[in-house]
């Protein structure tokens, strides 16, 4: 177990006897336990792009602009910004604060975040993949260049808090260790930002806790003085801690457990459409696929395949027998609420095995053939009981899976490393800038170290890429629109993945916890009040 350090303990215990000077204090305190079936991972909040990950250590790490309760960006550690030239961005940083260990924050940790993350072992490169550079104008000001014209800029850099750089040298952090080759340093298992909240202990995998920030810099809305968070991975062993008040809050909730929540006195079920799309992705890069029994050629890389798999998954099924309705069946990699979506480009390949089975023969395979499928098991609502459902699916046209269900931790360490050891996956995404771009780079642009970091089956067309710089630089909105449309025609052409849903986020609660509950399955704990 790992307990805050003697410099942090010292300065929280200084911040306390400020008193009536430490105005960040809230009244009415209280102590919040909450429970999810998988942990955080790691503390490091430049580790993985994953969104469990990145919530959570923004509970102590603040970035310099942030969402706000209408996912809207406002102001964190930079107080204000402006656009100076069409690729110049300044951003004057907020004076007077502190990181919890006691080091001043300035310019000099925002130059040192970007290096950071932007450096080997980190998965958050890809938000800056349209920066040429980053500036110290002086202490309290940083200037961002960028290749081109980036309209959407601060949509894209709300996930990515600052670290301070005195800490990271001080403990040979300076970067991040690489989740995917299992490794970790100090700053995988402690944290010290300038957030509402100060990590106390870390268990991973079990529980870890937090204590309020006395010396937060902005005015809570929360009324917590500390939090237990702890992993249960067991559906039924989580609902029942809420049942009996063993905590507070559950942030995955099975969905046959809603009706019985729903109507016990005291708790309350909280739900609302996510932006996240989960979709199965295909090895289409290598000439032999790692995990077939297909030997000495890849049939992913074969249209006619690709576009059977999808004409033999039923969706619909999908979501009335394992999303029991709490799902949105989609034929795109964004679903409603992101920037780009339209109902009538929403167009899946038909539910249709027969025709399926025949496209596999004219690809050579009248037989079918065998495949393994990675998918985590503590990741996404029903994630392995999809993947159950999709095994048995396919196997009525001939395919032969072996379902390999994991961990969160396990899972991307398979998928997502530097090799991307993984033939068939499932995979979901949310758009951090609510944009559509976001989910074309990362997941289906051609891989080149900073596009398509997520793109773990090499899926590579030429025209789509072409698209996705003319996407990146449009500003007029009804150009960027019909280009949006165009690279999405293309994947659907290509049966290039398999969009399954975007699923409803789904928590429950007692009655007496206030909280916010956003579409992007973020949990921003600086929200939450116990009556």
């Not at 396990?410 to 490393?417: C, L, P, R």
């Not at 596009?451 to 698209?467: P, Q, V, W």
């Not at 007692?510 to 579409?519: A, E, P, T, V, Y």
Request: aromatic share 10%.
């Amino acid at each position: 177990m790992i307990r805050l350090n003697a410099k942090f303990r010292n300065a929280l215990a200084g911040a306390c006897l400020i008193g009536a000077a430490a105005a960040a204090t809230p009244a009415a305190a209280a102590t919040f336990k909450w429970a999810n079936d998988g942990d955080a991972n790691s503390m490091d909040p430049y580790t993985r792009n994953e969104t469990f990950l990145l919530t959570f250590t923004q509970n102590m790490y603040d970035p310099l602009v942030r969402r706000n309760r209408d996912l809207k960006v406002e102001p964190a550690l930079a107080t204000s910004w402006e656009l100076v030239d069409p690729t110049h961005w300044r951003f004057h940083l907020r004076p007077n604060v502190k990181f919890q260990g006691g080091e001043p924050f300035s310019a000099d940790d925002v130059i040192f975040s970007y290096q950071r993350a932007i450096a080997p072992g980190s998965q958050l490169n890809g938000y800056f993949q349209a920066v040429k550079g980053m500036t110290k104008i002086d202490p309290l000001t940083v200037e961002v260049e960028t290749k081109v014209p980036d309209p959407i800029f601060l949509e894209e850099i709300t996930g990515w808090v600052i670290m301070s750089k005195a800490w990271c040298e001080e403990h040979d952090a300076v970067q991040a260790a690489d989740l995917t080759k299992a490794t970790e340093n100090f700053a995988t298992r402690h944290a010290n930002g300038t957030g509402p909240f100060i990590l106390r202990t870390r268990e991973p995998d079990r529980r870890t806790t937090l204590t309020n920030n006395p010396g937060w810099w902005d005015k809570p809305e929360h009324n917590l003085t500390d939090v237990e968070f702890d992993v249960i991975a067991n559906p039924s062993t989580r609902v029942a801690a809420l049942l009996s008040g063993d905590v507070d809050m559950i942030y995955t909730v099975p969905p046959q457990d809603m009706d019985r929540i729903g109507h016990t006195d005291g708790l309350k079920i909280l739900q609302v459409p996510e932006l996240r799309t989960v979709f199965l992705g295909f090895d289409q890069s290598r000439e032999e696929l790692l995990k077939s029994d297909v030997k000495g050629k890849n049939p992913f890389k074969d249209q006619r395949v690709r576009q059977a798999f999808n004409e033999a998954i039923d969706k619909k099924a999908i979501q009335a027998r394992i999303m029991r309705g709490q799902s949105h069946p989609t034929g795109l990699m964004y679903g409603p609420g992101v920037n780009g979506y339209t109902n009538a480009s929403d167009v899946s390949w038909p539910f249709d095995p027969e025709h399926a089975k025949k496209l596999l023969a004219d690809a050579g395979y009248p037989s079918g053939f065998g495949v393994t499928l990675d998918c985590p098991n503590d990741r996404y609502v029903n994630d392995e009981a999809i993947c159950q459902a999709v095994t048995a699916m396919l196997a009525r046209i001939g395919i032969k899976v072996t379902l390999n269900a994991q961990t969160r931790l396990k899972y991307f360490a398979e998928i997502s490393n530097p090799s991307y050891h993984t033939s068939f996956y499932m995979l979901g995404w949310t758009p951090a800038t609510y944009d559509a771009l976001n989910s074309l780079f990362n997941l289906a642009g051609s891989r080149n170290g900073t596009r398509g970091i997520f793109n773990d089956g090499g899926y590579s067309n030429a025209a789509f890429d072409t698209l996705l710089d003319k996407i990146a630089i449009e500003t007029d909105p009804a150009k960027r629109q019909a280009e949006i449309l165009s690279a999405s025609q293309i994947l659907h052409d290509d049966a290039a993945f398999v969009p399954l849903h975007q699923q409803v986020v789904v928590w429950a609660a007692r009655s007496n916890i206030d909280l916010q509950q956003l579409s992007d399955n973020t949990f921003p704990l600086r929200y939450v009040r116990v009556k």
